[in-house]
T-cell receptor, first 114, second 114 residues
Framework: SAVISQKPSRDICQRGTSLTIQCQVDSQVTMMFWYRQQPGQSLTLIATANQGSEATYESGFVIDKFPISRPNLTFSTLTVSNMSPEDSSIYLC???????????FGQGTRLTVV | DQQVKQNSPSLSVQEGRISILNCDYTNSMFDYFLWYKKYPAEGPTFLISISSIKDKNEDGRFTVFLNKSAKHLSLHIVPSQPGDSAVYFCAASDLIQGAQKLVFGQGTRLTINP
């Protein structure tokens, strides 16, 4: 399976600032996904990032708050903008792989906003 | 609207015994189901999946059972080992969208006691 690396693994940020999370895959993939896991909650899909097109956002998530870049088939970034304490979560990128279309995840970025 | 529910936030099992983790879903359009395991500070790791054309899928110590009429699936781990201690998430999608639209449950923390 693909090896997925996320940076940073964790960060503590001041409210009102922005953080960009990077996701690097060791092979070319068509679709990359960004998830959020708020404390004690399930994983929630933020958006789907395809190379060469605009990201597709799920209900409740908007581009102004979570801009995404997908410059090539192995890399994507998610920015959490104008952060508030409610944005404190684990952010995960994932890719679809295999004939059974399972999603494989990076190790996640634990974000704390103070 | 929680489409995938794991009603037990935690489960404690003795080493060597069977662990049974349960998951219920409400969306009858789901026809593909997955289980993930998550250790602290790591991303979720795919364990096993099942499509709706089956009622059982087995992989080593892990077996997933699907009861479509009850909209219920379960993961059996036997025998349970200390390394199985983790948070387990069930997820659902449909085979057309696959990994693109995974909906996760809230997770069950499994603790295996020596």
């Amino acid at each position: 399976s693909a090896v997925i690396s996320q940076k940073p693994s964790r960060d503590i940020c001041q409210r009102g600032t922005s953080l960009t999370i990077q996701c690097q895959v060791d092979s070319q993939v068509t679709m990359m996904f960004w998830y959020r896991q708020q404390p004690g909650q399930s994983l929630t899909l933020i958006a789907t990032a395809n190379q060469g097109s605009e990201a597709t956002y799920e209900s409740g998530f908007v581009i102004d708050k979570f801009p995404i870049s997908r410059p090539n088939l192995t890399f994507s970034t998610l920015t959490v903008s104008n952060m508030s304490p409610e944005d404190s979560s684990i952010y995960l990128c994932s890719v679809e792989e295999g004939t059974n279309t399972e999603a494989f995840f990076g190790q996640g970025t634990r974000l704390t906003v103070v | 609207d929680q489409q995938v529910k794991q009603n037990s936030p935690s489960l404690s099992v003795q080493e060597g015994r069977i662990s049974i983790l349960n998951c219920d879903y409400t969306n009858s359009m789901f026809d593909y189901f997955l289980w993930y395991k998550k250790y602290p500070a790591e991303g979720p790791t795919f364990l096993i999946s099942i499509s709706s054309i089956k009622d059982k899928n087995e992989d080593g110590r892990f077996t997933v059972f699907l009861n479509k009429s009850a909209k219920h699936l379960s993961l059996h781990i036997v025998p349970s080992q200390p390394g199985d201690s983790a948070v387990y998430f069930c997820a659902a999608s449909d085979l057309i969208q696959g990994a693109q639209k995974l909906v996760f449950g809230q997770g069950t923390r499994l603790t295996i006691n020596p």
